[in-house]
């Protein structure tokens, strides 16, 4: 029983970080039909620049430029390397991204090596006692961001004229084009919003776990939330998210630690496989009909 | 292949159109080719080496080649398949003392069954879907392999032998790696131009049109898949008979990238492809190694960032070449060859 409580208590925590990286994924992949598989160097990217401007700002600070600059970093990618690429087919899309990859992991850990590194203690560290489980502080802080963060952005859809121009051209781009959308601005702002929600995550996940290169495998626990969600669909991207860290850490913290070694790092590409099979377009995805 | 085909260059029968040498500048180029690649240990001395791991590289990016390029199912497992057929050779000749031909069959048998396997949902999901299912077939291929073999998942292999003879030497390893090599690529390309490549290029087209005009999408996506395991397998057992040790580290989802990026680079949907990629990614990532000892002695701190540069340079030079080429080096060879044949009136 206290496994179960335990678990469910980390699975929410980890779960709402995977949401919040996931809200990237789906947004850029409804935004611009890119699946962007340089979404964990994104990730690993806001871990590894965070850290190193707390070495000379104080930590708010820091978080507000990691931002930014993550920020800048996606409206690059959007105007170097998308831009050419508008209306190439679907595995020349997946392998830039997957060169984009290797060019910000390459970087990452030519500038600051390869070694885990920690944040400095910014939040209150130990244990607190939540229902009779044991939780790390540190998880309900970054869970608390997480799920602020994620309502904070479903405003901003709703409320802000970007917001709607970017759900406009999702839902249809010819239509948002026609009626004075500008497509290289919405997808240059998806780029920005997919890396500033990745480079958050990475902070959270950095300053949990501490930051190395096994941090850019969010990435693909992120992949895996999105499939299970539906991969144009932001509350499903959220929901699954929630969904892969609670399945993670409940059934796969329990095989773990009772039948097989190490099946908590693959419950989530068992979890896309499952989807595949049995509901490619996820829970709220829309269905893709092919017609001749 | 030859869309273009300079001017004069009529055929009179079916059998010189299908020919897979179809211009003089093939024929001559071929029968120098080979020499030289026989040659090649005289020529290179130490580096043969070399060779041999663009050799090795360029079978299994052959099996890419005909599963992405020319039926265009995207894999992103392709090192899985090659994980599948080093292990089968790996336990078939260590543990059970199968002679090293033996062990390489039952490799690519195993590894066609495993890449039929994952292709019987190509049916059912596609494109982007059939991407990530793969990407999560690399990862439980990897995990299981782990675990499998308890721990570390390294295994000693014996090296490769025919007969009583037993390859000693980088040299003699070459040559046996030269005649499967030459005899892959050369049955690949005879899949491509028969009825069963045909159908391979019907449905990367359009998979449903290639249906309603009476192509089996079961059996030709299936048998994409499968040949190119039983490429990717015959790599494998190359590469654990070549290394004589096998372990998980060579077929991450990293080794993965590299055979994409092989064939993106050489050039998709194009039979001399996966070759020149090979070439082109052995030679960036061996030969920044190669120069790594004399990069440090100008810059000492280069030893620690050897690895990254070669990612940034890696990814950069794809990012590149599929804005500026997306072609790859097998349009570029053919652009310059049509730059040579209109020398110098252009136009």
Same mark, same amino acid.
């Given at each position: 029983m206290e496994f179960v409580v335990q678990s469910m208590v980390m699975g929410i925590a980890v779960g709402s970080i995977y949401a919040l990286i996931a809200l990237g994924f789906a947004l850029l992949f409804k935004a611009t039909k890119v699946l962007n598989l340089a979404h964990g160097e994104l990730v690993l990217f806001g871990g590894y620049l965070a850290i190193a401007l707390t070495g000379v700002l104080p930590f708010p600070l820091a978080v507000l430029g990691t931002l930014v600059i993550a920020a800048l970093l996606g409206f690059a990618v959007e105007r170097v390397i998308m831009r050419p690429l508008f209306g190439q087919p679907l595995l020349s899309v997946i392998i830039v991204t997957l060169a984009l990859g290797y060019?910000?992991?390459?970087?990452?850990?030519?500038?600051?090596?390869?070694?885990?590194?920690?944040?400095?203690?910014?939040?209150?560290?130990? &244990?607190?006692?939540?229902?009779?489980?044991?939780?790390?502080? &540190?998880?309900?802080?970054?869970?608390?961001?997480?799920?602020? &963060? &994620?309502?904070a952005f479903g405003l901003f859809f709703k409320m802000t004229y970007l917001g709607i121009a970017m759900r406009a051209a999702a839902n249809e781009q010819l239509t948002a084009s026609t009626l004075g959308v500008s497509l290289t601005r919405v997808v240059a702002y998806a780029w920005a919003f997919a890396a500033i929600a990745a480079a958050i995550g990475g902070v959270l996940l950095g300053l949990w776990l501490g930051v190395n290169v096994a941090l850019g495998f969010v990435g693909l626990k992120a992949l895996a939330a999105v499939i299970l969600g539906g991969l144009d669909s932001i509350p499903g991207a959220i929901l699954g998210g929630f969904i892969v860290g609670l399945v993670e850490n409940l059934i796969g913290g329990y095989i773990d630690a009772h039948i097989i070694y190490g099946f908590k790092d693959i419950t989530a590409f068992l979890i896309i496989l499952a989807v595949m099979m049995?509901?490619?377009?996820?829970?709220?995805?829309?269905?893709?009909i092919e017609r001749l | 292949m030859a869309a273009v085909r300079p001017c004069g260059d009529y055929k009179v029968s079916y059998a010189a159109d299908m020919a897979l040498l179809d211009t003089a500048f093939y024929r001559v180029g071929f029968a120098l080719l080979v020499p030289a690649l026989a040659a090649a240990p005289f020529l290179l001395g130490r580096y043969i080496f070399l060779m041999n791991i663009i050799g090795i590289f360029a079978i299994g990016a052959t099996g890419l080649a005909i599963l992405t390029g020319f039926t265009g199912q995207i894999s992103l497992g392709h090192a899985a398949f090659m994980a599948v057929g080093a292990y089968v050779s790996a336990f078939a000749s260590e543990r059970f003392g199968f002679a090293f031909p033996v062990a390489m069959v039952l490799a690519c048998l195993v590894a066609f069954l495993f890449g039929a396997a994952v292709g019987l949902p190509s049916l059912r999901i596609k494109g982007l879907y059939l991407a990530i299912a793969t990407l999560a077939f690399q990862f439980l291929i990897e995990y299981m392999i782990i675990h499998a073999t308890g721990g570390t998942g390294a295994i000693l292999v014996p090296p490769a032998g025919v007969g009583g003879f037993v390859v000693e030497t980088e040299v003699q390893f070459y040559y046996l790696l030269l005649v499967l090599w030459l005899g892959s690529g050369i049955f690949a390309a005879n899949i491509i131009r028969s009825r069963y490549g045909l159908a391979f290029m019907a449905v990367r087209d359009r998979d449903y049109a290639a249906e309603v005009l009476g192509i089996n999408l079961l059996r030709y996506k299936v048998l994409s898949f499968g040949l190119a395991a039983l490429y990717a397998g015959l790599a494998g057992s190359l590469w654990a008979h070549y290394n004589k040790l096998v372990t998980p580290e060579h077929f991450t989802i990293l080794t993965s990238i590299d055979y994409i990026a092989m064939i993106v680079i050489g050039g998709m949907g194009s039979i001399w492809g996966p070759h020149l990629g090979s070439a082109f990614v052995v030679f960036l990532s061996q030969g920044l190694k190669i120069l790594t000892p004399l990069l440090i002695k100008v810059l000492p701190m280069f030893g620690k960032i050897a690895v990254p540069a070669r990612e940034v340079l890696f990814g950069m030079v794809i990012i590149g070449l599929l804005i500026w080429e997306p072609g790859g080096l097998a349009m570029l060879l053919r652009k310059f060859k049509r730059y040579l044949d209109l020398w110098p009136f252009a136009y």
């Open positions: 060019i910000i992991r390459g970087l990452m850990v030519g500038i600051w090596g390869g070694d885990t590194r920690q944040f400095p203690p910014v939040l209150p560290a130990g &244990l607190i006692r939540l229902g009779g489980a044991q939780v790390p502080q &540190l998880g309900i802080w970054s869970a608390l961001t997480a799920i602020l &963060l &994620l309502a049995i509901r490619p377009y996820g829970l709220f995805g829309t269905e893709h | -």
